[in-house]
Structures are given as structure tokens and as C-alpha cells.
């Protein structure tokens, strides 16, 4: 699915946390959103995900206008930080969550949701895993699950929002390497919010720099490095550690 985020400025109170942002992301594309803390990533994502109403500006999935749908009628899929799954639920009962509290008239039928999870949990490399409770489960697992439910319901877009912050970085870049192969083989179309610019820089098609509310550049790792459009980008990218830039992305 194509979206476009069309000039969307989002305020609380007076303060623009989102300002004037346009950006068009390709269906299936996997695009990382980068930048300082506060600069507005979790703001926009919510935006896409329809958890906050813009003040102006227009929101497009496949050229429709959705800026007004309310959460729930988009078919996103939303993943953050520090996830807290249903403590007194089942890994299986989670991933079928979304379908579960879904009205009788959209709801698939019992078999075809358990059929669903049983798959999602192959995927996720879970097979065994669906009977027992999140405590029961390793941090990565538990992102797995966060991720498996986040698929249920056939998302037209994947946003994952520090989807792996909680996460040792050796476990992390296992997950990551996992989480490119899933969005290619289910042809997603993937935002990831991260903190950690050689994730940024190797896992995503194209990254934009995100600076007080506004997108600075939007590029590939090379585009960005070889033409900051503005200082922020240039310096905030000199930061990356020099092994990543060596690692021909
Ligand atoms: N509900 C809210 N009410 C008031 N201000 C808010 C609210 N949510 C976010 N903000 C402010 O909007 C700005 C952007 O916040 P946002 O959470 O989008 O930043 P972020 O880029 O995701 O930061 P981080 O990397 O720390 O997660 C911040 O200055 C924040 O304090
Ligand atoms: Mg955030």
C-alpha cells in the first residue's frame, strides 16, 4: 500500500509536534524514521496509526483520504517500544487479539482465526510457544509475539515504533536481520522508529532525519551521507559509529 502524509501538522496546545510533514512511502517499501529525541517520530507514527487527529493536512492510503478513519478501520499494525502484552493471555490468544475483538459482521470465523495464528506463529518461529503466557517467553520471543500480533489483521501498513529498544544489541541485530526477510516475503509496507542509526542505515530502503518537528531529508543511507540536504543531517550522521559506514549500504 502507498501512503502519503501530505503537509500534516499535529499541535498539543500551541506547541507543533509535528510540523507541516509530508513524506510518501512506496508500497512496500520499509522506511526508517530517525532523529532526536522529542523531534516528533512517535507523533507521526501515531498519526498514520490514527491514535492522534492531525490539525491540518491529509492523510492518503492508496489515494484514499483517511485522514477522519477512525484507528481500528485502517488495517494498521502497530508495534512499540518496551510492548506490554496481555499478561493473562496465551502467546496465541494475543496474536488473535485483534481479530477477536473485532465486530461479529467483520470477525472471521473461530477456525479461520486459529488457522491465521497458527501460521503467524511458524513464521515467527513460535510453532510450540502458542499455550504459554508472555512470562513464559525470552525478550526477543515476546517481540515476536508483539510483531505476529501486529500481522493478524492483515495490516496495509507496519509501523513499529523502537520495536526492538528493550533488547541487547546481539539479539537485537538477529531480529532485525528476520524482520527485513518478513516484510519482503509478506510485502509489506514497513515505518520503523529507531534510535540506532546503523540499524537505520542497513535494514531500511530509505531513511528520513526527523528534526523539531520537521523532516530535514528523506533518502537512501548513501543520499544522505553523500548529500546532507542541511547541517543537522550532515552532523547528526557524522555521529554513526565508523563500522557501519563501512558496511556497504
Ligand atoms: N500527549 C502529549 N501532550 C503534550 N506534548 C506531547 C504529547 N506527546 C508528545 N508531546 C511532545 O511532542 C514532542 C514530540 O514527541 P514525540 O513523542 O513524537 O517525540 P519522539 O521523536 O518520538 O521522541 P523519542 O525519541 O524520545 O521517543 C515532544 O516535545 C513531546 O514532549
Ligand atoms: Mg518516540
Known amino acids: 500500500m502507498a501512503l502519503e502524509i501530505d503537509r500534516v501538522t499535529k499541535r498539543f496546545g500551541a506547541f507543533p509536534a509535528v510540523q507541516s510533514v509530508s513524506l510518501i512511502v512506496a508500497p512496500g517499501e520499509f522506511l526508517a524514521l530517525l532523529g532526536p529525541s522529542g523531534s516528533g517520530k512517535t507523533t507521526l507514527l501515531r498519526v498514520v496509526g490514527g491514535l492522534d487527529v492531525p490539525e491540518e493536512g491529509q492523510l492518503r492510503f492508496d489515494a484514499q483520504d483517511m485522514t477522519l478513519t477512525p484507528a481500528r478501520e485502517r488495517r ?3 508495534v512499540f517500544q518496551n510492548y506490554a502484552l496481555f499478561r493473562h493471555m496465551t ?10 475483538v473485532r465486530p461479529s459482521s467483520t470477525r472471521p470465523p473461530a477456525r479461520e482465526i486459529k488457522r491465521r495464528v497458527q501460521a503467524l506463529l511458524a513464521r515467527m518461529q513460535l510453532e510450540d510457544m502458542g499455550a504459554r503466557y508472555p512470562s513464559q517467553l525470552s525478550g526477543g520471543q515476546r517481540q ?5 500480533r501486529a500481522l493478524a489483521i492483515e495490516p496495509r501498513i507496519l509501523l513499529l515504533d523502537e520495536p526492538f529498544g528493550a533488547l541487547d544489541a546481539k539479539v537485537r541485530k538477529g531480529l532485525r536481520q528476520w524482520l527485513r526477510t518478513l516484510h519482503d516475503e509478506m510485502k509489506l509496507t514497513t515505518i520503523m522508529v529507531t534510535h540506532d542509526q546503523e540499524e537505520a542505515l542497513a535494514l531500511a530502503d530509505r531513511v528520513a532525519i526527523m528534526n523539531a518537528g520537521r523532516i530535514e531529508q528523506v533518502g537512501t543511507a548513501r ?4 548529500t546532507p540536504a542541511t ?3 550532515r552532523d547528526f550522521l557524522d555521529d554513526t559509529p565508523s563500522h557501519a559506514q ?3 549500504i
Open 76 to 78: 494498521v499494525g502497530f
Open 91 to 100: 502467546v496465541a490468544q494475543n496474536i488473535a487479539f485483534g481479530l477477536d
Open 144 to 148: 515476536r509475539v508483539a510483531l505476529a
Open 223 to 226: 543520499e544522505l551521507r553523500e
Open 231 to 233: 547541517p543537522f543531517v
Open 246 to 248: 563501512g558496511s556497504g
